[in-house]
């Protein structure tokens, strides 16, 4: 009986050393994965180097039918490319949709959510094109790269950029088209625009700049009107991306017959163009014309006005 306690007592401590020991070691292990994979992060930045890379950020206009994001990169000696991936997520959100893998040799494959290519496209070696920009499209991109290493095995590798949307100028109030002032009164031609970022307005007056002009913002004040204010008033938003916006105002006088005298103006035509723009008259181009025909006719009449021919 005390010889198999002795048995017993001796198998059960041998038991326990080998629970203790296989704990012991998997905490080793565990430590020394650990470690591995802390020295494995600290060696990844030197693992691939990077010849191209987009602007980060990268600024693109709302409206813009392709955006190229490139990268172009040189493995370490040693170094296999398995896979690389192009993931995107919102600025300040920690989860990361993947739209696109390929293996070192394959073509890019798109994922379920992104497989209409009616956004991206993924091209060799590693091109993602933004299609169709949009407002939503505000992202940050991400390239990631999985190697294999001869040394050190498996490897990853990330580079990011900051997409930013830009919305051109578009003008929310546009300019009375063709008031009429009367002489002596205060009369406001009022513009404004939307855009990212917020447009800046700009006032000219048959080409004269609007430091001429009694402006604030998007209001141009006409104080007590004269003859010299008739003319043609354009109105510009630009906030540098995209075109700019514009409009054009015709102020002309109301006459009475106490306050101006009608008069026939002469015009000498000495060159002519033609558009088919010109055939709108809502056109941008027929505006311009329109408005340098009558500038040309109140520019020196109003410096003259004895003046009845004018030459365009």
């Known amino acids: 009986m005390f010889l198999e306690f002795l048995v017993k007592r001796k198998t059960y401590f041998n038991l326990s050393l080998f629970k203790e020991m296989d704990s012991f070691l998997v905490s080793v292990s565990r430590w020394m994965l650990a470690t591995l994979l802390v020295f494995g992060a600290m060696q990844q ?18 409206g813009d039918k392709r955006v190229s994001l490139k990268w172009e990169f040189t493995p370490d000696s040693g170094e296999t ?47 993602l094109v933004i299609l169709d920009v949009n407002k939503h499209q505000d992202y940050i ?22 997409v930013e949307v830009k919305v051109p100028p578009e003008l929310t109030v546009v300019p009375e088209r063709k008031p009429q002032v009367v002489v002596g009164q205060n009369f406001t031609l009022r513009c404004n625009a939307s855009g990212d970022p917020r447009p800046n307005i700009t006032w000219t007056k048959d080409g004269i700049p609007e430091n001429q002009f009694n402006v604030s913002g998007g209001l141009l004040h006409l104080v007590r009107v004269e003859r010299k204010d008739l003319g043609s008033y354009r109105c510009t938003a630009s906030n540098g991306y995209g075109s700019n916006a514009t409009s054009v105002s015709i102020v002309s006088m109301q006459c009475n017959n106490d306050v101006c005298e009608v008069k026939k103006v002469g015009l000498t035509i000495v060159s ?5 723009a010109y055939s709108n008259k809502a056109s941008v181009e027929f505006k ?14 109003t410096n003259n006005l004895e003046k009845n021919n004018c030459t365009l």
């Open 45 to 62: 930045s030197e693992s691939i180097s990077f010849q191209l890379q987009p602007d980060n950020p990268t600024r693109v206009v709302l």
């Open 81 to 127: 490319i398995n896979l690389v991936f192009f993931k995107r997520q919102k600025p300040g959100d920690v989860v990361l949709s993947q739209i696109a893998s390929r293996s070192d040799s394959g073509s890019f494959d798109m994922e379920q959510d992104f497989n209409d290519r009616s956004n991206y496209e993924a091209k060799l070696n590693s091109e």
């Open 141 to 162: 991109y991400t390239l990631s790269i999985i190697s294999k290493h001869s040394g050190s095995g498996v490897r990853t590798k990330d580079d990011q950029v900051r």
């Open 272 to 276: 002519e163009e033609w558009k088919q």
């Open 288 to 301: 311009t014309m329109e408005s340098s025909v009558l500038a040309a006719i109140w520019g020196p009449y």
